[in-house]
């Protein structure tokens, strides 16, 4: 699990300064920087304010994430909780991002970058199962 700690923790630091240049290109007026490419006819205006409201969530879970990484690998303590925390705030938000790009075509229109983000993203979730099923076996309910 420990490469899966120091993967994330890598992974959520390169997110965040994914989102920062994302959020530095939007806020120059560039309404589609990496790694929010548009569809085929560019994003609706209301796009906007949904993918600035996914960014500060995402930098809730980012910062929480790279806590629980830092933690677990420099300061030998695994905190489960803030790891189940963070990791349920970046899957959700993973979730939330790909149904808002994937059906309006962004997708197919830009499938490496895409496709390269849901191979990053991808072994996540197994992190995220083992915190859950170990925090269990440590604190059973009842």
Do not use: C, E
């Amino acid at each position: 699990m420990k490469f899966l700690i120091t993967y994330y923790g890598l992974l959520q630091s390169l997110h965040l300064l994914t989102l920062a240049w994302a959020g530095i290109q939007m806020l120059r007026g560039n309404s589609s920087p990496f790694p929010i490419l548009p569809p085929p006819g560019g994003w609706a205006a209301q796009t906007l304010p949904f993918f600035i409201g996914l960014g500060f969530t995402d930098l809730v879970g980012i910062l929480l994430g790279i806590a629980f990484a830092v933690q677990a690998l420099i300061k030998k303590r695994l905190n489960r909780r803030l790891g189940v925390i963070s990791l349920t705030i970046f899957i959700t938000g993973a979730i939330v991002f790909a149904m808002g790009t994937f059906p309006s075509g962004a997708w197919a229109a830009h499938p490496v970058p895409y496709g390269l983000m849901a191979v990053l993203f991808a072994p996540t979730p197994v992190l995220y199962a083992w915190l859950l099923v170990s925090n269990l076996k440590r604190n059973p309910p009842g």
